[in-house]
């Protein structure tokens, strides 16, 4: 195939994707066009370089020790502080989780170690947890869904190996209680990771601004924290780093293997060969940006963010579940029969031309609406507020989307060890994921969401991977 009817092959796969310009999750927005190509050119200059091998590749390491060192230098790292470029805020995680299992282990644990991890936490780490054979100590959160600071010292042991706390949670943007969470970990030796994966590039800025303490690794007991340069850095996916307090922290995720017949090998993240295109690309966007193009940038997130959640308690049938800590907002509604329901207001968004993510009612909220504001929303917050009033009004009248409790309860039966492939494949077209054409979402996902929601959670992680299985179908 000739090279211009690939590129243009490629560009008309494109035109189904998501307009992530009017979208509040997903991407991340500046608003600053010379920033994508920059970024772009950047990630062509590492064309033929692999993250396999450092010292074959000296440049790879001089970019990847810029990015630590920029962390360290917004995040109050100590003299001794390190860290690890990875692929994104899940491989961050999942190494904070390996490295305090090793840690565990290493220092004579006994049993299984467990991690205490807020409903609130990010999935990422269960992930972490399942694939690393660590077991998981719920922490309930209060009434503002922040981590019960109470309930995690009380759940801390001789088997906690990790203490998780969020800085702001993903599902409501709010800033769990760090000082108090690892001041009482490091009391007990126990390692404390700070999640920052969506707030660390955002976060530092605003909270100066306002006269507000840092969150970061200046806290004492904090031993780790995960931050994502392709969110509120800029940078295009996927690129995220890992800060630990110490060398030695650190080498517990590394993993070495001398003794195969081939080369020795050392990995310091979880992947061997890697891309060293988006560490550049980041390299690029930080040195575009600078501290003071970060400080405005995060600065117009967190004005949006301010002005889209005042705007939202005046629209009618609307409330914000939570006020926003960060540049994170949570849109509920009041729950009124005749009122709006948010489910429906998405979906009218979606006519509109944009995208909202619903999240669903767990861990004792509501169903709502997540905005991330980035920079660029920031500066059409305008006319996010527009939509959100038009597509309110439109839902308003329309009733809710709850499902028939008699639906609700029979699912409740299913016996998710015995389900077969037909029985899935028919649970799929019951659920709206599936018809003549093959499993797709249609473009009204209220009722969707609404079933999801009332499905045990096991039942409907099966139906999503299932969902999975069918969209990754080879083209033969």
């Keep these: 195939m000739p090279a211009d009817e690939i590129l243009s092959a490629l560009i008309a796969m494109r035109e189904v994707d998501l307009d992530y310009t009017k979208a509040t999750s997903y991407h991340f927005e500046s608003g600053k066009s010379q920033l994508r190509e920059v970024a772009n050119a950047a990630a062509a200059t590492a064309w033929g370089r692999s993250g396999l091998d450092p010292t074959a590749f000296p440049s790879i390491a001089a970019v990847e020790n810029d990015l630590v060192g ?73 009434a503002d869904f922040k981590a019960d600071a109470e309930a995690m010292i009380a759940a801390m042991d001789d088997r906690t190996a990790l203490a998780v706390v969020s800085a702001p949670s993903y599902a409501h943007g709010v800033i769990d209680p760090v000082e108090q969470v690892a001041a009482a970990a490091a009391e007990r030796d126990i390692l404390c990771h700070l999640d920052l994966c969506i707030g660390g590039w955002v976060l530092p800025f605003i909270l100066e601004d306002e006269g507000r303490p840092p969150v970061d690794m200046s806290i004492p007991g904090v031993t780790s924290a995960s931050m994502d340069l392709h969110k509120y850095g800029y940078a295009p996916k996927g690129v995220s780093i890992l800060l630990h307090a110490t060398p030695e922290l650190r080498a517990y995720h590394y993993f070495a293997d001398a003794g195969w017949p081939g080369y020795p090998l050392i990995n310091n993240t979880l992947l061997s060969s890697r891309s060293a295109g988006p560490g550049a690309a980041a390299w690029a966007v930080l040195h575009l940006l600078g501290r ?23 629209i009618p049938g609307l409330r914000l579940v939570v006020q926003p800590e960060s540049s994170l907002v949570c849109i509920g509604d009041t729950g009124s029969p005749d009122g709006p329901d948010v489910r429906i207001v998405a979906d009218e968004a979606h006519v509109l031309g944009w995208s909202l993510q619903v999240q669903p009612a767990r861990g004792g909220g509501p169903t709502n609406i997540h905005v991330t504001v980035s920079a660029g929303i920031g500066d059409r917050a305008d006319e996010f507020i527009d939509v959100v009033q038009r597509a309110t009004e439109a839902a308003t009248g329309k009733g809710r989307a709850d499902i ?62 299932a969902v999975f299985g069918e969209v990754f179908t080879p083209n033969r």
């Design 292 to 314: 003071e193009g970060l400080r405005e940038l995060a600065l117009k997130s967190r004005a949006g963010a301010l002005h889209i959640a005042e705007a939202v308690e005046q």
């Design 404 to 465: 028939d409790p008699n639906l609700a309860a029979a699912a409740a039966t299913i016996d998710v060890a015995a389900l077969d492939q037909a029985t899935i494949d028919g649970l799929l077209q019951l659920a709206g994921f599936k018809g003549e054409g093959g499993v797709g979402l249609p473009d009204e996902m209220a009722g969707i969401n609404a079933l999801l929601e009332a499905s045990p959670v096991p039942l409907v992680e099966v139906l999503l991977k």
């Design 70 to 142: 920029a962390a360290l230098d917004l995040h109050g790292g100590g003299p001794d502080a390190v860290g690890t470029v990875t692929s994104g805020g899940t491989e961050s995680c999942m190494l904070a989780v390996l490295g305090a299992r090793e840690r565990y282990r290493r220092r004579g644990g006994q049993g299984r170690p467990t991690m205490l991890l807020p409903i609130t936490a990010h999935s990422a780490f269960r992930k972490g947890a399942w694939l690393f054979d660590v077991d998981i100590i719920d922490i309930p959160v209060d």
